[in-house]
Every structure is written in structure tokens, then in C-alpha cells.
């Protein structure tokens, strides 16, 4: 019996081979004109995209990074000066290797990619005529990992604001978390930046976070130091500690079935968790401005002229 279990085997394994589908490699993917969309499952064109800056005709967003975003979203007229990283700040304080290989090489190589001095990029300059420093999260830097050199970098951005008189500290986020390869060091940061957080609410420094897709684990934990916490749109998605597929998997374990919204923008609004969510990333801008305009209690001629906020004059003497 057993040479008619192989015999079946074999044809079965046979037939597999002769329809099997090529995947793609990322490479291939790269090249690609073409990328398809999760949301609505449409083939778009990357030159579209790009163009849209990478938001689909179905408002799914795709990852924008923090240049594209400083130059043509939020600065005004795409002015902003860099605030550099600290150049004695080192990503692997343990050294580490994993099977021959360096994470220090690892992490020069996303440097190279990105042309960032860390996973963070860090600007100053004003945002609808406010004073502002914004921190920019680029996942394509190993999926913007918080080790301690993001740490530092992050402390030098509101060292500035502080010394500066900044009126709105922005902070976009999307990350997989800290850096496992820091492990204590990198740990040690989240409690770094509540404090920092803190040290700028102190000084009267607006605190805006905006969270984009893929934002977990301790870094997740960080955003909410922030004063107000937005999505970027309502279904930018993994937005909680463990992200869905993780989340999931735990819960398998009492047959309990995830809600399909589960870890979306408009899913933590509904429960709370942040103060609400953009239409889409264009809106961002003038949604900031508005509210920290009225948080600061500017003048209304000193409001943008676009903006439908009227701000009420007898607060502007309450202390």
C-alpha cells in the first residue's frame, strides 16, 4: 500500500509544481509600475499615487514619508530647517550580531536608504504661522524601531522647543515599536519621553500627536503623553499595543472573534481611546492650526483667513 501512498504523493506534489504561482520578490515588487491596494483591491498606478501623495481613490492611505510630507503638507510653503541627531548617539550601545551579521551594518544601510540620520526626522519652522517642531516617523527605516539613538535625537527636538519659544510640538507617528536590539536602553526611552512630554506642557507648548498605520508596541504607549491624539484617517489600521494579528492570536485561545474594525483609526475613536480622526492626511494641517490657535488664544486676526474657527474675545483675558 505504501508505493500507492507515493505514487499519489508524487502526483499530488507534481500537479502542485505545475500550477504553482511565481510570488513576487520585494524586488520585483520595486520595480513594479503597479501596486495593488488592500482597501479596494484595485491595481493603482505608483505614479499616481505619488502624485496624490500615496492616498488611493478609496482614501486608503499608504505610507508617506516624512519629507514628502514636511515639504508639501505641513510647512508653509514647504519651508523647515532639519534638527540634527546628536552625533555621539549610538543605535547598538550592546553591539549586537545575529548570525554573522552586525545590526550596526543593518542599521547604516537604512541611513543610506532613507538618507536620515536616525528613523526620526526632525524639523522647525512654521506651520500655518505657528512656531513649530515636528517629528516624523519613516517606517522604511526598520520600521522606525525606537532605539537610543532615536531617543536622543527626540530629547535634542525638544530641547529646541524649549529654548526656542515654539508654540506646537507635532509628532507623526508610525512605528513597530522599540528596538529589541537596545533592549534595556531602548526600554528606558518610553519613560524619557513622558517626561519629556511633560517638561514641554510645562512651558505652554501645544502637544499634537497623529497616528498613521503600524503603530504598536512601546512606542504606541508614547503617544498618548501627547495633549490631543488623532488618526490620520479613519481606517489607517494596527494602531494598538499589539496590533491585530497578534491580538487575534491571543484571543483565539477562548474562540473570541475579533470586531473587523479592530485596531483602526475610527475603531479607537469610538472607544475613546484618541479625540478623533482626520477625513485624510490633506486636512491635517488646517485641523492643527485651528485648534492650537484656539488652545493658545491668538487674536483672531492672527487666525488664518481660511480658517471657519471664530474665537471668542473674552476668553483671550482669561488666564
Not at 520595480?31 to 491595481?43: F, I
Request: glycine share 6%.
Amino acid at each position: 500500500m505504501n508505493w500507492i501512498k507515493n505514487r499519489i504523493l508524487s502526483f499530488v506534489q507534481k500537479a502542485k509544481d505545475k500550477f504553482k504561482k511565481d510570488r513576487p520578490s520585494k524586488a520585483d515588487q520595486e520595480k513594479s509600475l503597479w501596486l495593488n491596494c488592500p482597501s479596494c483591491n484595485q491595481m493603482q498606478l505608483k505614479e499616481d499615487l505619488k502624485n496624490n501623495f500615496n492616498v488611493c481613490k478609496c482614501m486608503h492611505h499608504f505610507d508617506l514619508d516624512p519629507e514628502t510630507r514636511f515639504k508639501n503638507l505641513l510647512f508653509d510653503d514647504g519651508n523647515f530647517e532639519l534638527i540634527d541627531c546628536p552625533s555621539w548617539s549610538s543605535p547598538d550601545p550592546l553591539n549586537m550580531e545575529i548570525n554573522g551579521k552586525k545590526f550596526i551594518d543593518k542599521y547604516k544601510n537604512y541611513q543610506n536608504k532613507t538618507g536620515q540620520q536616525s528613523a526620526l526626522l526632525i524639523a522647525h519652522g512654521k506651520i500655518g504661522g505657528l512656531k513649530t517642531v515636528a517629528v516624523g516617523y519613516n517606517f522604511a527605516f526598520g520600521g522606525a524601531a525606537f532605539s537610543q539613538r532615536e531617543n536622543e535625537h527626540f530629547l535634542a527636538a525638544a530641547q529646541f522647543a524649549i529654548e526656542n519659544d515654539i508654540e506646537l510640538f507635532l509628532s507623526v507617528y508610525q512605528s513597530g515599536g522599540m528596538s529589541v536590539y537596545g533592549n534595556i536602553h531602548s526600554l528606558k526611552s518610553m519613560s524619557v519621553c513622558q517626561m519629556v512630554h511633560t517638561m514641554l506642557k510645562k512651558k505652554n507648548i501645544v502637544n499634537v500627536g497623529v497616528l498613521g498605520s503600524k503603530i504598536t508596541g512601546g512606542t504606541f504607549v508614547n503617544v498618548f503623553a501627547n495633549d490631543f491624539l488623532f488618526s490620520e484617517s479613519p481606517k489607517n489600521t494596527d494602531q494598538l499595543f499589539s496590533g491585530k494579528r497578534v491580538s487575534a492570536s491571543v484571543r483565539s485561545s477562548d474562540n473570541t472573534e475579533m470586531p473587523s474594525d479592530f485596531g483602526e483609526g475610527y475603531f479607537l475613536q469610538k472607544h475613546g481611546m484618541i479625540d478623533g480622526c482626520f477625513s485624510s492626511r490633506f486636512e491635517m494641517k488646517k485641523k492643527i492650526v485651528d485648534l492650537t490657535n484656539v488652545l493658545l488664544k491668538k487674536p483672531e486676526a492672527q487666525v488664518k483667513k481660511e480658517s471657519n474657527v471664530k474665537v471668542d474675545k473674552s476668553l483671550q483675558s482669561v488666564s
